[in-house]
């Protein structure tokens, strides 16, 4: 008897808990998710749904010819996109070096790999001409919609293939509007874009072999998920450390 009464409080217990907490429930279920300063994984991932369609984001994973237990950095990381899918490719073994010179993308990436508990992330402040990585370590370097940026593009490059083992390969896909190629490199940048053949120059200047361009590698469509102000398509190139 005295068992069956218990019973029946914590039953009741359970009820105004449901009770109370599921208008909280609900509330947390329609928080809309913030695109701009990201927080949960809902967050990340409405910012991240696009990468497909605009960036052919498997795809441009698959030339970095990964295996799990690699090292690979991200240069430029950004919110931590591309850092969290290297992640997954080369698993627990394997290590990710996310790296950008910016506070907020220092704070995108750390909270990015906070709510998703990516422990194979490591994220690294770089400057501008030096992205801190370990000499002669890594299988792959990544630059997605960075190389524009990259101001000190020689003393970046050069660190990158001493980072690189030999035979290690970069991967560095970028914008471009066929008619801005021929523009000075600074006027290129304020359109965040690279002509590739520029691009093609300086890395092969800083001692790599570039081995494919696709161009474009995506053909820029109106409506597909691409935020960038102008219309543009987007370039990859395979460059590797020589043996
Ligand atoms: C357009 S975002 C691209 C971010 C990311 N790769 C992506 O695809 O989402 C360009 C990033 O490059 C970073 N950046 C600019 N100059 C850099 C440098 N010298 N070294 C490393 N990152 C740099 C910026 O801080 C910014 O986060």
């Known amino acids: 008897m005295k068992m069956n009464r218990r019973l029946a409080w914590v039953c009741r217990g359970l009820m105004v808990l449901a009770t109370i907490g599921s208008p909280l429930l609900a509330f947390q279920d329609s928080r809309p ?12 991932k409405a910012g991240d749904a ?3 369609p605009y960036q052919k984001a498997t795809d441009l994973l698959a030339a970095l010819q990964l295996s799990p237990g690699d090292w ?28 950008d010179i910016s506070d907020s993308a220092m704070r995108w990436l750390n909270t990015r790999v906070r709510t998703f508990n ?9 400057d501008s001409d030096d992205p801190k990585l370990p000499a002669g370590r890594l299988a792959a370097v990544l630059i997605v919609d960075s190389y524009h940026h990259l101001t000190n593009h020689q003393a970046m490059l050069e660190k990158i ?9 970069l991967v560095v896909a970028d914008y471009s ?26 890395i092969g200047a800083a001692g790599f072999e570039v081995v494919k361009c696709e161009d474009p590698f995506v053909k820029w ?3 597909v998920g691409n935020t960038r102000a102008s219309a543009t398509d987007m370039w990859l190139m395979v460059a590797v450390r020589p043996k």
């Open 118 to 126: 990516l422990r194979n992330v490591e994220v690294v402040k770089g």
């Open 221 to 223: 469509k109106p409506g």
């Open 72 to 99: 690979v950095a991200d240069v430029g990381a950004g919110g931590g996109y591309y850092s969290m899918r290297l992640a997954d490719i080369v698993g627990p073994e394997g290590k990710v070096f996310s790296e």
């Open 177 to 202: 509007f066929t008619e801005h190629r021929s523009r000075p490199r600074a006027d290129q940048l304020k359109l965040h874009e690279i002509d590739p053949e520029l691009a093609r120059k300086e």
């Open 50 to 52: 696009s990468r497909e």
């Open 33 to 44: 998710v913030n695109l701009g300063n990201p927080s949960t994984v809902e967050d990340f």
């Open 161 to 169: 293939l001493h980072a690189l083992k030999p035979g290690g390969c």
